[in-house]
């Protein structure tokens, strides 16, 4: 064994992925898909911290993608664009804590003894979707994906919505957002697997989705949506309550 992977291997710079921890569950990716992680060198650290704006959502989130990009490795086959969105966030903060070697978590106020408490963010304590016998006797486990009333539904890939964010952005630059603004834009979440798309293949899709489609077919899409709605919330649970992740996490010192 090398020293380099001897190294790795005895001081823990490598973690795998068990991508039923993840938001997700797992649910969405293929029998072969596998991820590890490794610890952030000083270079990426120095990249997050530079010049951060915590208001600044965009940037933040571009921050975040570009510590996971440099710090995750895949199956053959496979790449950062396939990671469901929603599982983004979490994999960038087991990067942190492989890196930095200690819990991350934050102090709430326990609303019925009005103590102060603190709670980590881990797989232990996330609050996962609880998916009834019904919705999951739907999930075609050979696809990985629900199918339901004629729909195919999965949770979008981050390559998908950056191809989405990438549309919007020069839609902007040209000083058409206006007439992008109240459009929708779910329809992500009906691709499957998909791991891009071109700047026509958006354009046609929001067409479709937007000005084809007939009514009564975006009203069962919206029911589907909403059978998966707890997918699009981080929270966590201690002492069997709810506690809320949004904003609570110090994203500016987090390496610290």
């Known amino acids: 064994m090398e020293l380099a992977q001897f190294s790795q291997k005895f001081f823990g710079n490598e973690k795998v992925i068990k991508l039923k921890t993840l938001p997700s569950l797992g649910l969405f990716y293929q029998d072969d898909f596998s991820m590890k992680i490794r610890k952030a060198s000083i270079q990426d650290i120095e990249m997050y911290e530079s010049n951060f704006i915590k208001d600044d959502i965009s940037m933040v989130i571009a921050k975040i993608k570009t510590v996971v990009i440099n710090n995750i490795t895949f199956q053959k086959g496979y790449n950062f664009g396939d990671i469901r969105s929603i599982d983004i966030v979490f994999i960038f903060i087991e990067i942190v804590r492989l890196t930095i070697g200690k819990k991350i978590g934050f102090d709430y106020i326990d609303e019925d003894t009005i103590e102060s408490k603190y709670i980590e ?9 609880n998916l009834s016998n019904d919705t999951m006797s739907m999930y075609n486990n050979k696809d990985k ?29 040209n000083g058409e957002s206006h007439k992008y603004s109240d459009l929708f834009y779910d329809f992500t979440h009906f691709l ?4 891009n798309l071109s700047y026509d293949e958006v354009d046609n899709l929001v ?23 707890d997918f699009n919330k981080y929270s966590l649970i201690k002492d069997g309550k709810e506690v809320g992740v949004n904003a609570r996490i110090d994203l500016e010192n987090i390496w610290k």
């Open 121 to 129: 963010f881990s797989h232990k304590n996330f609050n996962y979707i």
């Open 145 to 173: 994906c629900f199918e339901i009333n004629d729909y195919i539904y999965s949770l979008p890939t981050i390559g998908v919505e950056t191809s989405l964010s990438k549309f919007l952005l020069k839609k902007e630059i």
């Open 192 to 195: 499957k697997d998909k791991r």
């Open 207 to 229: 067409k479709i989705f937007n000005e084809d489609i007939e009514h009564k077919e975006i009203i069962k899409m919206m029911e589907i949506l909403n059978v998966f709605k």
